[in-house]
């Protein structure tokens, strides 16, 4: 599976998982050329539960029964620089979408780690990273 095609899937499978936790989903895939350049950024998911909105970034890896593909687990591929572009990102959302910079919100991330063999997923919420 190459890793278009894994993301998209982690994706909804994510979106699945925080719908069957009474997550609300606002937006997916929101993305924002930033003021100072041409750098862009994305954010998979935005969603609300109660009245904390939460930017959702979801990291996938695809393994088998018997090894992993990656020394590194899902969760461990978001660093410094890729928080730092999704808090950007976050308050370009809520300044696009007129809401106040100081209502409660997070950046959480999903972890999905999909079995090729028996086509099911793990899945970890990291909250408030």
Known sequence: MDSKRLGILGEKIAENFLKNKDYQILDKNYSSRFISGPQRGEIDIVARKATIISFVEVKSLTEN????????????KFNFGKKRKIIKMAESWLMEK????????????????????????KISHFKNV
Do not use: H, M, T, Y
Not at 65 to 76: H, K, L, T, V
Not at 98 to 121: F, Y
């Open 65 to 76: 029964g018997r090894e992993r593909f990656s020394a590194i687990s899902p969760e461990e």
């Open 98 to 121: 007129k809401i106040p910079l100081d209502c409660k919100w997070q950046i959480d991330i999903v972890s999905v780690r999909i079995n090729l063999e028996n086509k099911k997923a």
